[in-house]
């Protein structure tokens, strides 16, 4: 896979670079008086890395060492690539003990017009109308990173309501997470479906008591089960994938 979504992992850096002082080096990143940074794709691991280095009081940079890494492969896009920046961000922030600037103005809960494509946006919105407890949690999460991570977001926070929920055993709770998440695999964009089906499938994952629970509740929808189950094992394989939606 040829680099061509660096620059728009950079682009995300960027603001925080800005602010704290960072600037380009002959170290091929950046670097302010304290740390170097430099972001990387790796094609053998199919990763893009975030490299930091210590800087000593002569200015010198020390050797680089792996802060974090992100699958990356050619079945990604975009916006993949922003939620890239935005992690690599969030972790620079954290080995940099730089507190989080809260976004200015108020956070508004994601809306949706009458005949407009369902999308991320219409499945979160649905999220927070089934757990209404949820809406503050969500402002508070968009105005910390700015920008919503939504698989981030459903892995620490949706993931667990949903083994909740589905962990009472009942007509009602499954109607409740079908009615949550069924739409959005039948009608959704590749993201939104996916996303419902991560969701699920997080729930199962180690659990074979929910698992069966989620067979049950989507034995009339062949597809989305298949969908769901295969996807586990791919919870199992992928790290990456497991920390983002195993909390």
């Known amino acids: 896979m040829d680099n061509k979504y660096i620059d728009i992992v950079l682009g995300e850096m960027q603001t925080f670079l800005d602010e704290n002082g960072f600037s380009k080096c002959d170290c091929g990143g950046f670097k302010n008086d304290k740390k170097a940074v430099k972001v990387e794709y790796s094609e053998e691991r199919q990763m893009y890395l975030l490299l930091l280095a210590d800087i000593d009081e002569n200015g010198t ?26 992690d690599f961000t969030e972790t620079l922030r954290k080995a940099m003990g730089v507190k989080v600037k809260r976004a200015v103005g108020q956070v508004d809960l994601p809306t949706v017009q009458k005949g407009s494509a369902y999308n991320i946006t219409a499945f979160t919105k649905k999220v927070l109308d089934t757990y209404p407890q949820l809406k503050d949690t969500y402002k508070d999460y968009v105005a910390k990173y700015g ?47 996916n996303a419902a089906i991560a969701c699920l499938a997080a729930a199962c994952y180690n659990d074979e008591k929910i698992t069966e629970i989620v067979k049950e509740m989507l034995s ?28």
């Open 61 to 86: 940079v020390g050797e680089f060492g792996e802060e974090e890494a992100w699958l990356f492969d050619d079945s990604q896009n975009k916006k993949d690539a922003e939620s890239v920046g935005i």
């Open 147 to 193: 920008n919503f991570l939504y698989l981030n977001f459903f892995g620490t926070y949706l993931v667990p309501q949903i083994k909740a929920t589905l962990s009472e055993n009942t007509k009602k709770s499954s109607k409740k997470i079908l009615d949550m998440t069924e739409t959005a695999f039948v009608s959704g964009d590749k993201d939104t479906a």
């Open 220 to 247: 009339e929808n062949t597809n989305f089960k298949s969908a769901v189950i295969n996807f586990i094992p791919v919870i199992s394989s992928k790290k990456k994938i497991r920390e983002i939606l195993i909390k």
